[in-house]
T-cell receptor, first 116, second 113 residues
Framework: NAGVTQTPKFQVLKTGQSMTLQCAQD?????MSWYRQDPGMGLRLIHY???????DQGEVPNGYNVSRSTTEDFPLRLLSAAPSQTSVYFC???????????????FGDGTRLSIL | AQSVAQPEDQVNVAEGNPLTVKCTYS??????LFWYVQYPNRGLQFLLK??????LVKGSYGFEAEFNKSQTSFHLKKPSALVSDSALYFC???????????FGTGTRLLVSP
């Protein structure tokens, strides 16, 4: 019972490099989301998706892209990494039963990203 | 706009004593309220939620929370704290038709032996 799987767990990048953070869930959840966690700021929503082919921006979308070609996968792309993107990134999923986000979200264990 | 406030960065309590972690919220319409817990180097784990119904909600590990509409609060409580309850706790809010979950800044709970 894998739940939400994030890879890699750790990554160090240089400024200007690009990379993709992977997120996969095996619960057939329609709703998926990406958050970043920074000290003293809680979790901030980057992008979210309510189903395959549908994505939307969250609170802090700049510098990040997402796509949702399948129900299972929701990758997050950093196009040109900046030191301000040093953070811990969490992917989450939940059922979407037409009731907004009334269902609890299941979180992965995070990707710790450092940008030099 | 939806928002959540957790006024305490840290709460210290002795093992066996009751604990309270505070949360207040602001939403347009009826709130969906959640508590999550995060242990070191792990993702968030769901503890409990309030959607509708009884104002006292019971959740995992003996935690409960009371929804107070007049005070727009959803404080997390436990009658007797354990050292293993030490963790980071997040309150979150959403509402019907609002496709986002807004988190508070988190409260670190330290339970001393």
């Amino acid at each position: 019972n894998a739940g939400v799987t994030q890879t890699p767990k750790f990554q160090v990048l240089k400024t200007g490099q690009s990379m993709t953070l992977q997120c996969a869930q095996d619960m057939n959840h329609e709703y998926m989301s990406w958050y970043r966690q920074d000290p003293g700021m809680g979790l901030r929503l980057i992008h979210y998706s309510v189903g395959a082919g549908i994505t939307d921006q969250g609170e802090v979308p700049n510098g990040y892209n997402v796509s949702r070609s399948t129900t299972e996968d929701f990758p997050l792309r950093l196009l040109s990494a900046a030191p301000s993107q040093t953070s811990v990134y969490f992917c989450a999923s939940s059922p979407n039963l037409g009731q907004g986000t009334s269902q609890p979200q299941h979180f992965g264990d995070g990707t710790r990203l450092s940008i030099l | 706009a939806q928002s959540v406030a957790q006024p305490e960065d840290q709460v210290n309590v002795a093992e066996g004593n009751p604990l309270t972690v505070k949360c207040t919220y602001s939403v347009s319409g009826n709130p969906y309220l959640f508590w999550y817990v995060q242990y070191p180097n792990r993702g968030l784990q769901f503890l409990l939620k309030y959607i509708t119904g009884d104002n006292l909600v019971k959740g995992s590990y003996g935690f409960e929370a009371e929804f107070n509409k007049s005070q727009t609060s959803f404080h997390l409580k436990k009658p007797s704290a354990l050292v293993s309850d030490s963790a980071l706790y997040f309150c979150a809010v959403s509402s019907p038709g609002f496709q986002k979950l807004v988190f508070g800044t988190g409260t670190r709970l330290l339970v001393s032996p």
